[in-house]
């Protein structure tokens, strides 16, 4: 979509968190309440199709336009599977399947599909507990195969985030598949694009935590007048701007490279980098805008944990900087030092 | 809530400057082998007159400027490049760094005729080097309590005060001086002045200050009487204060900012071999990926003020990141060499670079505006004060 449809559809869906998608919703997910209002207009405003061709009942939007609607989605610690259902359908319709309907989510890891047997183990999938759909890719005689598992189907143990979303273990056994298609997308690309997905909701994260802070500096009177008055403040602040800008800048050029890339193999290198990038920043994020907002930040009644737990969950999702990290040195120490400079001017892995 | 929003908008250089590199590659191919080795660590500051004259040769000092003045009006983003290559490369590029970055173009904007004819076609050549003339024993971070007093007198003035910190004073030709011309020093930005000063002038002494390295990169430049004619007054007499927070706008966002100490990335990967354990590749690699991430954000500001917008607040957040992380690099990469190094003799020479990288680095987070009064822009920025 054209750069002024976007910003229109997410000024709109901004407005939309903002009202449906508050406190207490965010809240009520994490005791096991599922928002299902919240999902059906979700749905309704065509959200986790966004990025699925018109032919198969999408939006017809780009990987970039998605992206923007998960750092949106950041920014509101919107607690429904909407990042995990839109990259879900555009893997599905990459493989020229129509997109169910219903929260899905991905399992992303050693999955095989071996004479017609769909098998394998997944930790840590997220919404696992609530998804409809499970979106796989398995490897298939040496081949990726996208399959799509109704949840009924597998067995989910739930383990909760340390955000308090539900995540779990999803075993599948042979199920029957609802769609097992050969993939254009490997698994290793499907888990870049999701560091990717995740790097740009951390960076909406990002974003809202410092909002959150300098707004609550303004209000907060100690000693007679607003702390934000206080040069200690205004020096954390202006740090913690710092890591918040790094997050947003990493993750958007990440974005542009993928998108630009293409699906099959865009921004390979600017997603590690940025993956690792947003990662390492989280704690520097969160440390300094808890130490800012003092006890009150610490409540459960606030806000501000919504946001900075995630960024601990997120950070950890589809690889951490250790993940990642490891990729890019691997690759720069085998290529040697002469490869470095050019390679970092050209956002390549160093080959 | 109503906090201005940190964007740092994907940027790509555009396919001039891209061609424009593989240029400036193949010249420093060639003409970098010939350069001492010593000489490559510490790139934009290592003062060499003869490189200079090669890099000005090729019409890549001054890049941007207009061609009566010796310029090839190029654009600005094609002066990054030149200039993240010349640091990607560590070239001893120090000689003509400020004139190129800072004094030439504030000749341009505020400069007379008579000042830009004699002095640009100069420093296009890699001939004419300049100092800056800002801070003084008693004015550091508040520029704006100099006391050097330059008294109007028939055909110029007499200059009285000292500066410090005067990098390369006693190498380069001119120095820009900031200078009280008229009023009192409680009156703050008024009556600020900014002379071009010949460094040669008779009753000027030039003293060496050595930095805690040992290098002889700083002095102190003292002037008893001395006199400047008026033709050396640039712009108008008064608008110092102007013209100086004009001229720090150049010295903040570039690739300088984060590059500075890069051969010590380079070094490391050296050190480490081919084939790294998974933990010190690990750290190696989210070292890359913070560069990396400082290059787009800088990438990305070059783009906004090629758009003409004047993104204060995001090239001070780039110098902030880009500065601690010049610092952290050595330390890091120190420890990492020390369990990872392929062999001993490999790991003690890189202790050797590291241990210089962390002797100097301690001056990035000071020069050309110390973090804590980035962190003050910044703060007002977001509304703080």
Same mark, same amino acid.
């Given at each position: ?19 449906? #998608? ?163 997308? $490997? ?29 609550? $500096? ?114 720069? #120490? ?16 160093? $080959? | ?320 990141l880009g500065t601690i992380y010049q610092q952290d690099l050595p330390e890091i990469a120190r420890v990492l060499a020390e369990s990872d190094a392929t062999t001993e003799e490999d790991m003690a020479d890189f202790l050797d670079t590291a241990q210089y990288a ?28």
């Open positions: 979509m054209d750069r002024e449809t976007r910003d229109m559809l997410l000024e709109t869906a901004d407005r939309f968190f903002t009202e449906r #998608a508050g406190k207490d919703i965010v809240n009520g997910v994490e005791k096991g309440v599922w928002p299902k209002d919240l999902w059906k207009e979700i749905e309704e405003m065509g959200l986790p199709l966004i990025a699925v061709p018109e032919d198969k009942g999408g939006a017809g939007g780009t990987l970039g336009d998605m992206l923007a609607v998960m750092r949106l989605a950041g920014s509101h610690a919107v607690p429904v599977p909407l990042a995990e259902t839109a990259l879900a359908n555009l893997l599905v319709a990459a493989a020229d399947g129509v997109p169910a309907t219903g929260p899905s989510t991905l399992a992303l890891g050693d999955v095989v599909f071996e004479g017609n047997r769909l098998s394998g183990k997944v930790d840590r999938v997220p919404f696992a507990a609530v998804a409809e759909h499970f979106v796989t890719i398995a490897n298939a005689a040496g081949r990726p195969m996208v399959a799509v598992v109704s949840a009924s189907d597998a067995s989910v143990n739930e383990v909760a985030s340390h955000a308090g979303e539900p995540y779990g273990t999803v075993t599948f056994d042979n199920p029957p598949c609802e769609f097992a298609e050969i993939s254009p997308v $490997s698994v290793e690309r499907a888990v870049e694009l999701a560091a990717l997905m995740r790097a740009m909701q951390m960076a909406g994260a990002a974003d809202k935590v410092l909002a959150t802070a300098v707004e609550y $500096s303004k209000q907060r009177v100690q000693f007679g007048r607003p702390i934000s008055t206080f040069q200690a403040i205004q020096q954390m602040l202006a740090e913690l701007a710092s890591f918040v800008a790094a997050t947003i800048a990493t993750a958007e050029a990440a974005a542009r490279d993928a998108d630009e890339g293409g699906l099959a193999d865009g921004g390979r290198f600017s997603i590690a980098a940025a993956k690792s990038q947003t990662s390492e920043f989280a704690q520097r994020i969160a440390g300094i805008a808890h130490q800012s907002m003092g006890a009150m930040g610490f409540t459960h009644e606030h806000i501000l944990h919504h946001y900075t737990r995630r960024l601990w969950v997120w950070r950890r999702d589809f690889g951490s900087e250790t993940f990642w990290g490891e990729k890019i040195g691997t690759a720069f #120490a085998k290529a040697g030092p002469q490869a470095l400079w050019p390679s970092l001017t050209a956002s390549r892995y160093a $080959s | 809530m109503s906090i201005p929003k940190l964007e740092f908008p994907p940027f790509h250089l555009p396919p001039e400057a891209e061609a424009l590199r593989g240029e400036v590659r193949e010249f420093l191919n060639e003409t970098l082998p010939k350069v001492k080795s010593e000489d490559r660590f510490a790139s934009w500051n290592t003062f060499s007159p003869q490189f200079s004259r090669e890099l000005g040769k090729k019409g890549w000092i001054g890049i941007t400027w207009p061609r009566k003045y010796g310029g090839s009006e190029k654009s600005f983003l094609e002066r990054y490049v030149v200039t993240e290559e010349l640091l990607g490369n560590s070239a001893p590029a120090g000689a003509h760094w400020v004139a190129d970055r800072q004094s030439g173009p504030l000749l341009l904007r505020f400069g007379s005729e008579e000042q830009r004819e004699a002095i640009l076609p100069k420093i296009t050549r890699g001939e004419c080097y300049f100092s800056i003339g800002m801070s003084e024993p008693d004015s550091g971070s508040d520029l704006a309590s100099v006391r050097t007093r330059a008294e109007p007198v028939p055909g110029g003035f007499r200059v009285n005060g000292t500066k410090v910190w005067t990098s390369g004073a006693h190498r380069n030709h001119y120095c820009i001086a900031l200078v009280r011309t008229s009023g009192q020093h409680g009156d703050r930005h008024k009556g600020l002045s900014q002379l071009l000063v010949d460094l040669k002038t008779p009753n000027i002494t030039i003293r060496p200050i050595i930095n805690l390295a040992g290098r002889h990169d700083w002095n102190e430049v003292t002037f008893s009487d001395a006199f400047i004619p008026e033709s050396c007054l640039i712009g108008n007499e008064g608008d110092g204060w102007l013209q100086v927070t004009s001229e720090l706008a150049f010295e903040r966002s570039g690739p300088e900012r984060f590059m500075q100490n890069y051969y010590v990335l380079r070094e490391l990967v050296r050190v480490l071999g081919r084939q790294p354990a998974k933990r010190a590749a690990s750290i190696l690699g989210r070292l890359i990926a913070r560069l990396w991430t400082l290059r787009q954000m800088s990438v990305a500001v070059a783009g906004m003020m090629q758009g003409g917008k004047s993104p204060v607040i995001e090239a001070s957040l780039v110098k902030d962390t002797m100097m680095a301690p001056s990035y987070t000071i020069q050309g505006g110390t973090t804590q009064v980035l962190r003050g822009i910044v703060a007002r920025g977001l509304g703080l004060r």
